[in-house]
C-alpha cells in the first residue's frame, strides 16, 4: 500500500458550516456487533450542541467515543472530497464521515488545541483528533461497494497514511448551530500545536518539542488532555530522554475515567 499525504486547497472567502448532521438510522456492525451512530445526514434546521454531545446524536461505541472531549466532529468539506477523489469516489455525501459540522474555509486539520470557536449560539474548544476505527472502516467498505471501488489496502492504514483527521471539539457554552453560520475564531494558545500535528505523530512519533509545548501550556491553564494523547506525548518526552511532570488528575478520556 502506497498512500501520498494528502494536499488540500481550503476555499477562500469566510470560514462556516455548510452542513450541521446528526444520525438518520443506526448502522449494525457485523464484525464487532455494535450499532453505531455513523450514519450521519444533513439536517437544514440545524443541531443544538450539548455539553455531552450533540441532541439527538447517538454513539454505539461509548468505550472510545462521546464524552465531553468528543462531543462535536468537523470535518472540512474541502478535505473530505480531496480524499474521495484519491479513493477514487466522484464525491462523498456530507456528513459521510460521520461528521456532525461539514465547514468550509477553514482547515480543521490544523487547529490549534485549545483554539476556541463561536459558532452561531456556541462555543466549542478544538481537544483531539478522530482515530480511525474498525466501524469506519466497515462504513467505508459500503461506500466502496456501492460506488464499485475495490480498496487499497485497509482503510485504517489509508486514512491515517493522508494525515487527515477531522477535529473532535468539547462544548464550552451550548447552543445552536445552522449551516451558513461562520465560525468566529475567539482565541489560539501559544503553543502551535495542531490537530493534525497530533494525529500524525499518534501513527508515528510525535515530536518532543511540540509534545512538551503542548503539555506545558495543558499544565499552567490546568486543561485536562485526552487519554491517548497525552500518553503519546509522555513517551514521546521520555523517548527523547525529557524528564517531564504532568498532574495525572489531568489525563482524563472525558467519560468519567
Keep these: 500500500m502506497n498512500v501520498e499525504p494528502l494536499s488540500v486547497a481550503i476555499a477562500q472567502g469566510p470560514a462556516r458550516v455548510i452542513a450541521t448532521c446528526t444520525v438518520e438510522s443506526l448502522f449494525h456492525v457485523e464484525e464487532t456487533g455494535i ?21 439527538g446524536d447517538v454513539q454505539g461505541d461509548t468505550e472510545h467515543h462521546g464524552g465531553l472531549f468528543k462531543a462535536v466532529y468537523a470535518f472540512a468539506r474541502e478535505t473530505r472530497e480531496a480524499l474521495a477523489l484519491q479513493e477514487g469516489f466522484n464525491s462523498l455525501p456530507d456528513g459521510a464521515f460521520g461528521e456532525n459540522l461539514v465547514t468550509e474555509g477553514i482547515d ?26 474498525k466501524t469506519f472502516a466497515v462504513w467505508m467498505g459500503r461506500f466502496a461497494k456501492q460506488a464499485g471501488i475495490e480498496p487499497q489496502g485497509p482503510w485504517g492504514r489509508r486514512f491515517n497514511a493522508y494525515g487527515k483527521s477531522g477535529a ?31 494525529f500524525r505523530g499518534l501513527s508515528s512519533e510525535i515530536d518532543p518539542t511540540s509534545a512538551k509545548a503542548l503539555l506545558s501550556w495543558a499544565r499552567d491553564t490546568e486543561t485536562p488532555v485526552y487519554t491517548s494523547m497525552a500518553r503519546g506525548c509522555l513517551a514521546a518526552l521520555e523517548g527523547a530522554g525529557t524528564a517531564f511532570e504532568f498532574p495525572a488528575s489531568l489525563i482524563t478520556d472525558g467519560r468519567g475515567n
Excluded at 437544514?44 to 450533540?54: D, F, N, R, S
Excluded at 468539547?170 to 500535528?197: A, C, N, Q
Aim: contains cysteine; proline residues 6%; charged residues 25%.
Design 108 to 133: 480543521t486539520d490544523e487547529v490549534v488545541i485549545g483554539s476556541r470557536w463561536r459558532i452561531g449560539g456556541a462555543e466549542l474548544e478544538a481537544s483531539v483528533p478522530r482515530q480511525p476505527c
Design 168 to 198: 473532535y471539539f468539547r462544548v464550552v457554552r451550548e447552543g445552536v448551530v445552522r449551516p451558513g453560520d461562520e465560525i468566529e475564531v475567539l482565541s489560539v494558545p501559544e503553543h502551535g500545536v495542531s490537530i493534525g500535528e497530533i
Design 35 to 55: 450499532r453505531s451512530g455513523i450514519n450521519k445526514v444533513p439536517r437544514a434546521e440545524g443541531i443544538k450542541l450539548l455539553t455531552h454531545g450533540v441532541l
